[in-house]
C-alpha cells in the first residue's frame, strides 16, 4: 500500500476539507475543523482547482487519480457511487438492487459509511428509503 505523503487544504462552502495523498494517488478527502500544514503537489493542485470547479457549478464529474483503500465489495460499492449522474441521489437499497443484492442493503450502507474520498465519491448522495439523508460519516 502506498502511504500518503503529502497533503492539502481546501476551505470548501462546506468548512475545511482535509487532502492526503502519495504522488501519483488521491487517498483522502475528509472534512476537518481546522487547516494545518500543507505539502501540495501537482495532484492536490489539481483537486484544489477541480473542487473549486465543482463548488462553482462548472465541474460535474471528478478526474483525479483516486487510492480507494478497502475491501473488494466496498470497491464496489464506491465505484458504482462514481457513476451516479451529478446531482441524483440513490436509496441504499436501490443501490443494493442496482449491485444485484437487494439482501446486500445494511453492506452497502457499511461500505458507504468506510469512503474516505468525501464529495469525490459522492457517499452523501446516498439516502434512507423515505428521502432524508442518514448517516453521512462527515455529519448531515
Known amino acids: 500500500m502506498l502511504i500518503p505523503e503529502y497533503i492539502a487544504f481546501y476551505e470548501s462552502p462546506l468548512g475545511w476539507m482535509e487532502l492526503k495523498a502519495s504522488a501519483e494517488q488521491l487517498h483522502s478527502a475528509r ?3 481546522a487547516k494545518g500544514q500543507q505539502r501540495l503537489t501537482p ?6 482547482r477541480q ?3 465543482y463548488f462553482v457549478g462548472k465541474r460535474k464529474d471528478f478526474d483525479l487519480p483516486l487510492y480507494l483503500n478497502g475491501t473488494a465489495f466496498q470497491q464496489s460499492v464506491w465505484q458504482q457511487l462514481r457513476k451516479l449522474p451529478y446531482a441524483e441521489t440513490i436509496s441504499y437499497i436501490n ?5 444485484g443484492d437487494e ?3 445494511r453492506a452497502v450502507a457499511a461500505a458507504n459509511a468506510k469512503n ?3 464529495l469525490i465519491v459522492p457517499c452523501h448522495r446516498v439516502i434512507g428509503s423515505d428521502g432524508k ?4 460519516a462527515w455529519e448531515i
Open 31 to 33: 472534512f476537518v475543523t
Open 43 to 48: 495532484l492536490l493542485k489539481d483537486a484544489h
Open 51 to 53: 473542487l473549486q470547479e
Open 95 to 99: 443501490l443494493a438492487r442496482t449491485m
Open 103 to 105: 439482501k446486500a442493503t
Open 116 to 118: 474516505q474520498i468525501a
Open 133 to 136: 439523508p442518514v448517516g453521512y
